[in-house]
C-alpha cells in the first residue's frame, strides 16, 4: 500500500490511459504491462479514471476492477491518485470509499458542469469536503475545457483555505500561467499553507514555463512520459536549457496528440506502437484515426527520434 498523497508532492504523476480490448471490455492484461511500462520511465506517481482514462464510459465495478488491478501490479512503489468526479455525491463517496481501502493514496475531484457563480463552486467543494471526510487528500481539479467550469484565482484561494484535506491543485487552465504564479505568491506570503501544484496542460505542453513558475511537476498524460520525467529533473538540476531542449524535441507530437476530439486515439495508438497496450481501441463512443492521421503520426514519431539523437 503506497503512502497517502500529502502537500509535498512533486514530480510527474502520469494520467493513464484505461487499455481495452478490440471489443471494448477491459484488458487487464494490458493494463499490467502499461503500470510496468510507467514505472520503467521514471513516474513518481500514477493518476487513473481521469478525464483521458475514459472514466464515464465505465460502470462502477469495472471502475474497481481497474483501480485493484493497478494497485497490485503498482505494489507500493508509487502512489495512485483515482478520479472521483461523479454527478451526485453518493456515487463519489462509494468510489472514493472503496479505492481507498484498495491502497490508494487520495482521489480527484472536478467542479461539475452545473455549478457556474463563484458561490456555487465554493457551496460545492465544502460538500466534497463533507463527503469525503477528515481522513482521505484530495486533489482540486481545474480544467474548465472539458469542465465548463471557470475558477478563478480568488476561488481556488477560498476553497483552499476551507479545505485542508485538499492537499493539491491539478493545474491545467489555459493560459494559466498568471493564476498558477498568484497561487503561489498567496501561499509564500503566508495566506494559505503551500500546497503541491502539479500542472496538467495537454501533454506537458507549458510544462517548461510553469516549473518556473512554481509548480512541483506535471500531472497529465502523454504517449511519452518520459519526456516529462526528463525535463523536470534537468529542470530540478537547475540546467534549464537541456529542460527546453528536451521539450522541444518532443513538443510537434505533443502538440499533435493534443487535438481535440481524436487527442486519445492518437495516445492510444503510439502506446500501442510502442508495445504498451494490445490494443489502441477507444471505448465506444470515441473516434478512430485515419490513414492520413497514422502517416502524420510515423512522420513526427521519425522526426522526434532524429531531433533526440541529435541531443544525445
Known amino acids: 500500500m503506497s503512502k497517502q498523497l500529502d502537500r509535498s508532492a512533486k514530480g510527474v504523476y502520469l494520467i493513464a490511459v484505461t487499455p481495452f480490448t478490440d471489443s471494448g471490455a477491459l484488458d487487464l492484461a494490458s493494463t499490467d504491462r502499461m503500470v510496468d511500462f510507467c514505472l520503467e520511465k521514471g513516474v513518481t506517481g500514477l493518476t487513473v479514471l481521469g478525464i483521458m482514462g475514459e472514466a464515464t464510459k465505465l460502470t462502477m465495478e469495472e471502475s474497481r476492477t481497474f483501480v485493484k488491478q493497478v494497485l497490485a501490479r503498482v505494489a507500493g512503489r508509487v502512489p495512485v491518485v483515482v478520479g472521483a468526479s461523479a454527478p451526485g455525491f453518493a456515487p463519489m463517496r462509494e468510489l472514493t470509499q472503496s479505492v481507498m481501502e484498495l491502497g490508494a493514496a487520495g482521489v480527484?475531484?472536478?467542479p461539475p458542469a452545473t455549478v457556474r457563480t463563484d458561490d456555487q463552486i465554493?457551496?460545492?467543494?465544502?460538500?466534497?469536503?463533507?463527503?469525503?471526510?477528515?481522513?482521505?487528500?484530495?486533489?482540486?481539479?481545474?480544467?474548465?475545457?472539458?469542465?465548463?467550469?471557470?475558477m478563478s484565482t480568488g476561488v481556488i484561494l477560498k476553497i483552499l483555505k476551507n479545505?485542508?484535506?485538499?492537499?493539491?491543485?491539478?493545474?491545467?487552465?489555459?493560459?494559466?500561467?498568471?493564476?498558477?504564479?498568484?497561487?503561489?505568491?498567496?501561499?509564500?506570503?503566508?495566506?494559505l499553507q503551500r500546497i503541491s501544484i502539479l500542472t496538467g496542460n495537454g501533454g506537458g505542453l507549458f510544462l517548461p514555463e510553469e516549473l518556473t513558475r512554481g509548480a512541483d511537476g506535471a500531472m497529465t498524460g502523454f504517449a511519452y512520459p518520459e519526456m516529462m520525467v526528463d525535463v523536470c529533473a534537468a529542470h530540478a538540476a537547475g540546467d534549464m536549457e537541456r529542460a527546453h531542449d528536451l521539450f522541444d524535441a518532443y513538443l510537434p507530437l505533443a502538440r499533435y496528440e493534443q487535438q481535440a476530439g481524436i487527442g486519445l486515439a492518437v495516445r492510444k495508438h503510439i502506446l500501442w506502437q510502442r508495445g504498451v497496450i494490445a490494443s489502441e481501441a477507444v471505448r465506444k463512443p470515441g473516434p478512430k484515426l485515419s490513414a492520413q492521421d497514422v502517416a502524420d503520426i510515423e512522420r513526427l514519431t521519425r522526426r522526434q527520434a532524429k531531433r533526440l539523437a541529435e541531443l544525445g
Open 108 to 110: 480527484m475531484v472536478a
Open 122 to 150: 465554493v457551496a460545492y467543494f465544502d460538500m466534497v469536503n463533507e463527503t469525503l471526510g477528515p481522513d482521505v487528500p484530495w486533489v482540486l481539479q481545474d480544467h474548465p475545457v472539458s469542465t465548463g467550469v471557470q
Open 163 to 191: 479545505s485542508p484535506t485538499c492537499v493539491m491543485l491539478k493545474h491545467e487552465d489555459c493560459p494559466g500561467l498568471a493564476k498558477l504564479s498568484a497561487i503561489r505568491a498567496a501561499s509564500d506570503r503566508g495566506e
